[in-house]
């Protein structure tokens, strides 16, 4: 007699479970795009200023800089779980690649955390500074872009 | 029956004239190039992109690049493989001549007469000086050797038949400019970075049936060759983008909105970014000036 109830629990959580996983998917691709928005508002004024439409601000620059080493520091391995690529869920351009080559991924993520962190340095320096600090800081998001984000 | 004797002639004629029609082109043999400089040579290198599609998969790009081939670019015609132009006499090309580098180049022909796929975009390269070949091949030289094979292209029937190639030339291979008019000295210079070097042309202006660049939709973005997605329009009227942004995208690869480029476009912001700023502005100033699409 127990058989039922038993049958009724493990069809509710294997149907659940997926429905759960997806949420948490979903979650955790607006999390990291949230993360990706945080990144361009803080990189807007020093990208404005190192193409001479914004005048350099020393101070602008180093606060946009110093919430843009922090950001990149934040811990992402929830942002990143299984499951959250373009093949697997909705609304992301997350090649699978990513988790196929973690090792890679995760050094270009320390090189980008580096070259923000140079930007940092050199944001409230001078206008020299935070334009020689861009490109490295470009190429250094451009390089996950390049291998690991699908065509629009 | 007299008839069928001059259809028969004919059709010998026809196909005389078509196989002499669709013989690869060369350079005239006693054509005196210049001493190359390698030091000029590397801005062309640079400019042509050449690294973005020799390097192996995956390599990085370094102060000397190994270009050893090996990349693979997927086409409705079939997949193309880059081969090895490093200097390894035998692998790669360092027994080349200039006058060979020059008619790969500019007539897509090598150094045996076999027509070259365009995937290696001579259609871009037709326009380039001598002079710039001789820096580029003085250049290369510099660069090491690497002894891997190249690997042959996966390119099925009808499109393995070389000598086909001679008929997509004759339509499609030309050497005048797409702008026509340039008036000043920096229009003139985007227009050959553009157009003789960076081969911007070869993904963002849609291709015809056979493969052919539309030059009246010149740089109005066209699908991704490999499948996924569009490249995007970059006449000024399909771009959105001041001159201030196009030269910030091209010296730090970041959007006006403050995303990055993706893909291929990451390799080719890496090669404008070591140009001078002036080359910069100078493809922004030619951008500006390519008329809407018809």
């Known amino acids: ?152 | 029956m007299r008839i069928f004797a001059m259809f028969g002639g004919a059709c010998v004629v026809g196909a005389a004239a078509g196989w002499m029609l669709t013989a690869p082109t060369f350079a005239d043999p006693d054509l005196t190039v210049p001493a190359g400089d390698a030091a000029r040579g590397a801005t062309v290198f640079t400019a042509a992109g050449c690294a973005s599609c020799h390097i192996a998969p995956g390599a990085t790009k370094a102060e000397h690049p190994v270009l050893s081939g090996g990349q693979r670019f997927a086409s409705d015609f079939g997949t193309f493989i880059a081969p090895n132009i490093s200097t390894d006499a035998k692998q790669g090309i360092g027994a080349w001549s200039t006058l060979d580098l020059l008619n790969a180049l500019r007539h897509g022909t090598s150094p045996a007469g076999q027509h070259y796929y365009p995937a290696l975009p001579y259609a871009t390269y037709t326009r380039m000086t001598d002079t710039d070949v001789a820096d580029l091949r003085a250049y290369l030289a510099t660069l090491p050797a690497d002894a891997t094979p190249s690997q042959p292209h996966e390119v099925g029937f009808p499109f393995n038949i070389r000598r086909a190639l001679g008929v997509w030339k004759l339509l499609f291979l030309r050497d005048d400019w797409v702008l026509a008019e340039a008036p000043t000295p920096e229009l003139e210079r985007g227009r050959y970075i553009v157009e003789a070097l960076a081969h911007c042309g070869e993904c963002h202006t849609p291709r015809n049936g056979l493969g052919g660049l539309q030059r009246d939709r010149w740089l109005s973005g066209a699908p991704n060759p490999n499948g996924k997605g569009t490249i995007p329009d970059i006449t000024a009227a399909g771009l959105t983008w001041s001159s201030a942004d196009i030269v910030g995208y091209l010296t730090t690869g970041f959007t006006p909105e403050f995303d990055t480029a993706g893909g291929h476009m990451v390799a080719v912001v890496e090669n404008m970014a070591q140009l001078p700023d002036s080359d910069r502005a100078a493809v922004a100033a030619y951008l500006k000036a390519i008329p809407k699409a018809e």
């Open chain 1, 1 to 152: 007699m127990l058989f039922r109830p038993l049958l009724a629990l493990s069809l509710m959580i294997s149907c659940a479970l997926p429905a759960f996983a997806e949420g948490e998917a979903d979650a955790a691709i607006k999390a990291r795009k949230s993360q990706m928005t945080l990144y361009a508002f803080n990189l807007a004024p020093l990208g404005e200023m190192a193409k001479g439409t914004l005048a350099y601000d020393a101070d602008v620059a180093s606060k946009a800089a110093t919430n843009l080493a922090a950001l990149a520091k934040l811990d992402q391995s929830r942002l990143w779980r299984e499951g959250t690529d373009q093949m697997s869920a909705e609304n992301t351009r997350a090649l699978p690649d990513i988790w196929d080559n973690m090792d890679d991924v995760m050094a270009k993520s320390l090189a980008m955390t580096g070259a923000a962190d140079a930007m940092q340095l050199a944001a409230g320096t001078d206008l020299a500074s935070l334009q020689a600090a861009m490109g490295a800081l470009g190429g250094a998001c451009g390089a996950c872009h390049k291998l690991y984000r699908a065509p629009e």
